[in-house]
Structures are given as C-alpha cells and as structure tokens.
C-alpha cells in the first residue's frame, strides 16, 4: 500500500485548508487511515482516523469540532477538512494507513505519505 498526501500550504488564523490521501496497491477497504502531525521539536501526534469499510471516525480532542475525516471508496482516497484553524496546528501533516485495531498510536501504522507542511499564522 502506497500513500500520497496532497493540499497543505500557509494560511491565516480562522481559515480553511484541505488535504488529500490517495491510496493505492492492495484493496485498501481492508486498512483503516489516520492523520498524524508533527510539528517541530515535538512528537508525531495523531489528529484523526477512520476505518475504511465502516466509515467509523476518530478524533483527537484537540481537533474536534474544527476537523472532519472522509473517505471516497471509489477514489480510494482520504481527505482531512480542517475548519477554524489555529496558529498551533502548525506542523507537518502525515497520512497513514494499518490493519490494526488501535488507531493512534503511530507506531501501529504501517504505511506512511511523506508528509504535507501546514502552516498557520496568527
């Protein structure tokens, strides 16, 4: 499984921004994806998850509310709206993807894009 993250970019405190995760390689409805950030000098921290044949969603409370997880199956493609953004969302932004049952803890995902740069200025 191959994963590509597109969107990303700078923008001003309160607005909005997109990002894409195109799947491919074995039939994907069998992993669940997640969206991890890091920002400089910290930790990869999870943002969201959603299983893949359920459409089941998961957030970490400190994007909850301002960011929703998707999914298009027949695209095989994953997006992450981000509303309402914050200065501290700044970070790079990964997408994932594993056959686990956990879903944020990094260290359990087993397929990683290269990461999109957001940046968010107050």
């Known amino acids: 499984v191959q994963v590509v993250e597109t969107g990303g970019g700078s923008v001003q405190a309160g607005d909005s921004l997109s990002l894409s995760c195109a799947a491919s390689?074995?039939?994907?409805?069998?992993?669940?994806m997640g969206w991890f950030r890091q920002a400089p000098g910290k930790e990869r921290e999870f943002v969201a998850a959603?299983?893949?044949?359920?459409?089941?969603?998961y957030y970490a409370d400190s994007v909850k509310g301002r960011f929703t997880i998707s999914r298009d199956k027949t695209k095989n493609t994953g997006y992450l709206q981000m509303n309402s953004l914050k200065p501290e969302d700044t970070a790079v932004y990964y997408c994932?993807?594993?056959?686990?049952?956990?879903?944020?803890?990094?260290?359990?995902?087993?397929?990683w894009g290269q990461g999109t740069q957001v940046t968010v200025s107050s």
């Open positions: 994932a993807a594993t056959n686990s049952w956990s879903y944020d803890r990094p260290k359990d995902y087993e397929y």
């Open positions: 390689g074995r039939t994907f409805s069998a992993y669940r």
């Open positions: 959603i299983t893949w044949s359920s459409n089941s969603t």
